[in-house]
Every structure is written in structure tokens, then in C-alpha cells.
């Protein structure tokens, strides 16, 4: 089950998708302390840790190596209108389609209708979403309120079956909540790093 699958390490590498961006000339800066704050507590302890900032300059071939040297790709995102900044859905249009990222739809001819979404080649691979939202935690898992009880994954549906079309395996989920009206960043910070430990079976 997803709550408890855990990564140990095999070559290490993993690749942060940091997609901090600005929207009107500001935001952004959670994301990417967050995502160094992963890259430091990886990196010492034997992790070789790659960021690429989303919201910058970077190359479609390039962007695709790192994706099939990577063993765990973490998504570290903000929830822009119930879902993620344009530009990374852009990088997934780009970068998901290369040669050696993207495999089939998994049919074949004489079963057309069978196995959607089972073609993937990364299969060795797994990803994690962290997110930040200033919506707070219950209304992604309060049944009744605004996300019906869906939780963080059920809002981000479309991102991780994305990535599962690509072979990839998810691992537990974290969620930063109420980091405009009501933040609590010290609390995140010490959650992002047990979650990471945790996950990560780092002692």
C-alpha cells in the first residue's frame, strides 16, 4: 500500500522538480526553500540531488537524461488554482514525450480496449509530490467541505497518473496548508524532514 512503501537506495540520484514560479512578479520562495531544504538532508546523507527550477531556463534533452538517471523524482509544487503552475504542465508536455521517458498506451491492436496506461518503461522509478497550499488541511479531508474528502492525492489525480503512465510508482504524498492566512513554517520544515527520513529510510 502507498502508506507504507518506502525507497532504499540503488544509484541515488535523485531529481527535484522544483516548481516554485511567480505569478504578477512574486511567489515562489517557499517551494524553492523547500526543495534545498531537501536537497541538503539528501545530499548528506548520500544522495546525489538534482534541482531543476521549472520556472527558468532548462533544456528538453537535458531535462529527459536527468529523468531516466533519476531513481525518485520529488515534485515540490504550490496548488495554483486546485492544481499546479502552468510551466510545469508545460515541462510534462515537453519532457514526458521523449525517447527512452515515454514508453506506449500499454494496448495493443487486437485489444484495443485493454491496458490504457500500462506501456510504461520507467518502471524501475518512483516520484512523490510535496505541495503548498493556503487552503488548510481540512478542506482537503474533511468530507463535506471544499474537496469533498478527496485529499491532496484525489486534487492532484491527473499529475500522478502522469507519471504512473510513464511506469513510475507513487510514494507517500507530504502538504505544507495554510501558508498564507495562517502559516506554521517552522512545523512544516521538522514535518518535511521526518517525511523525508521516513520515506527515504534515512537514519
Known sequence: MLATMEVTQMSNNVLILDAGCQNFGKGGELNHYLSRLAEGELTKLGWNVEITLIDSQWEIAAEAE?????????????????????????????????????????????????????????????????????????????????????????????????????????????MCNDVVKNPHIGEDVKRWKEHLRHVFKIE
Do not use: C
Open 66 to 174: 536527468k529523468i531516466k538517471k533519476a531513481d525518485v523524482i520529488i515534485v515540490q509544487t504550490p496548488g495554483w488554482w486546485m492544481s499546479t503552475p502552468w510551466q510545469l504542465k508545460r515541462y510534462e508536455d515537453l519532457v514526458f514525450v521523449q525517447p527512452g521517458v515515454v514508453g506506449n498506451d500499454g494496448r495493443s491492436h487486437l485489444h484495443p480496449d485493454d491496458n490504457y496506461g500500462r506501456g510504461g518503461i520507467l518502471t524501475d522509478k518512483k516520484f512523490m509530490i510535496s505541495s503548498t497550499w493556503n487552503a488548510p488541511k481540512t478542506a482537503f479531508d474533511r468530507k463535506g467541505d471544499f474537496f469533498e474528502g478527496r485529499g491532496v492525492d484525489g486534487v492532484f489525480f491527473p499529475l500522478i497518473k502522469a507519471f504512473e503512465f510513464l511506469g513510475m510508482k507513487q510514494l507517500p504524498s507530504f
